[in-house]
Antibody, heavy 118, light 107 residues
Framework: EVQLVESGGGLVQPGRSLRLSCTTS????????MSWVRQAPGKGLEFLGF??????????AYAASVKGRFTISRDDSKSIAYLQMNSLKSEDTALYYC?????????WGQGTLVTVSS | AIQLTQSPSSLSASVGDRVTITCRAS??????LAWYQQKPGKPPHLLIS???SLESGVPSRFRGSGSGTDFTLSINSLQPEDFATYYC?????????FGQGTKLEIK
């Protein structure tokens, strides 16, 4: 069974950093790109960015709202994808999802909540 | 960045009705479009990829169509479990993007 579990969310002050993890199981993690999507309270979905599988080299891309502040990476030995978030702002408050894929996203985690507030 | 505009933003319908949701892209995206269903407190669920390919396990009453800039998601014979919010997503160019969502409510 494919599973994705996000962790690392919580309350953080503006300007600080946070790293989210997406721990996966049930599939060959190294063969798949992984994406991060967020959803502010009561709002729609926002695609943040992705990390390709090692086999498919190529540029990554981030949403304009997080470019230069957020970085997505992966550890294939642990089957984990990461979202490093720096210089956090109040508008980054959201539920953060990881999802499998680069185009259509076929499996999603339950999300981890990040609240940016002083 | 490619923008997706869904219409309507909300929709009221009854069990057994047929409904159609539209997604319009700000530029041509070929058939690089997916549709998701999201229920309260749950992550999105992939329904359709490549504009019209139904994902495994998704009921056949869901149908996607379109190419270029105009796409539709149709749901025939609405069931109680279909009342949710629906999102389109383009993956023609990166970063990918979602429409703003269409909330389907029970009349």
């Amino acid at each position: 069974e494919v599973q994705l579990v996000e962790s690392g969310g919580g309350l953080v002050q503006p300007g600080r950093s946070l790293r989210l993890s997406c721990t996966t199981s049930g599939f060959s993690f190294g063969n798949f790109a992984m994406s991060w999507v967020r959803q502010a309270p009561g709002k729609g979905l926002e695609f943040l960015g992705f990390v390709r599988s090692k086999a498919y080299d190529g540029p990554t891309a981030y949403a304009a709202s997080v470019k230069g502040r957020f970085t997505i990476s992966r550890d294939d030995s642990k089957s984990i994808a990461y979202l490093q978030m720096n210089s956090l702002k109040s508008e980054d408050t959201a539920l953060y999802y990881c999802a499998r894929g680069l185009q259509s996203l076929d499996y999603w985690g339950q999300g981890t909540l990040v609240t940016v507030s002083s | 960045a490619i923008q997706l505009t869904q219409s309507p933003s909300s929709l009221s319908a009854s069990v057994g009705d047929r409904v159609t949701i539209t997604c319009r892209a700000s530029q041509g995206i070929s058939r690089a479009l997916a549709w998701y269903q999201q229920k309260p407190g749950k992550p999105p669920h992939l329904l359709i990829s490549d504009a019209s390919s139904l994902e495994s396990g998704v009921p056949s009453r869901f149908r996607g169509s379109g190419s270029g800039t105009d796409f539709t998601l149709s749901i025939n014979s609405l069931q109680p479990e279909d009342f949710a919010t629906y999102y389109c997503q383009q993956f023609y160019s990166y970063p990918q993007s979602f429409g703003q969502g269409t909330k389907l409510e029970i009349k």
